[in-house]
């Protein structure tokens, strides 16, 4: 980027979570959770521009169904930008969404870290990397995982974020990732609410959070599959009927599906060369076409 330069298109990824424990409820009201959560190469793309002259952000996109008013956390992130960091600008946003709302795979997120960034190379670098990380956090829990695009551990209320070693990192990035998502969309506030309503009975302990935690990186590490956890699975598959069959199908078929944070969004892991046809099949008919959204990698 030079300083002449008015346009700039980010990749915001999608990511899942490979292992969910959420372990209680906060004083800030928030809940504490054990996650590994990593960004996969499927996502939207956001286009930025330096708005001359303007005295307003626009945001458009190629989706109908999403909010392009302030409601939408690309807004958001910009309005921070000017209001904490100095950044006397505005900005024309463009966004070709991929990532479905309501799936637990971080579309919201992603997008407004992706305008930070936008925002970061048109103002050449005004916004340092810690500053950037204090406004992801500020705009939500799981924004800062999107600052690093690579696998991550994420414990407090998603804010808090551990790197893993380059090992674990090379052993996650070797597996693939098929995701699907049932048509109903889950909202990540209705799913906390129903966790706390259930007062602790789909809580699990943080210390076997933990200790499950570091099986799933071992069994990673040795290239085995992992033990999965998402404790938002009970809360999902209690109100929706389209997740029990499908999973036991594709379980007859020897895969293990897991649903992606607080849904509806699920995946199901496997390796380059392995036979996935029957289970494209089979969410294909429990699904259709819209159902099925990638197969794609890890980043
Ligand atoms: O941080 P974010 O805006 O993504 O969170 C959306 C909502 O999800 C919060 O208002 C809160 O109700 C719930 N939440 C929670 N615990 C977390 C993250 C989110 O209770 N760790």
Redesign the pocket.
Known sequence: MSANDTKVEVFAPAKINLYLA?TG??ED?????VSLVAPISYGDVLTVERAENAFEDVLSCDDPSVPTNAENLILQASAFCREYYGITEYFKFHLKKKIPIGAGLGG??SDAVAALRGIQALTCDALDESSLYALAEK?????PLFLDLEPKVMR???EQLASLDKAQIEAIRRWRVLVFKPSVSIS??W???C??ASEGAFYTDSQRAEDELSQCLDSIAKGEQPFLRNDFEAVAFRKYMVFEPLFQSLKSLGHTPLMSG?GSACFLLYKEGDAIDEARQCILDALGEEGLLAPCAFL
């Open positions: 959420v409820t906060r009201g928030f809940h504490n959770l919201g997120s705009i939500g829990s799981d924004c407090g209320r998603g990540t506030p799913a906390y609410g966790m706390k607080s």
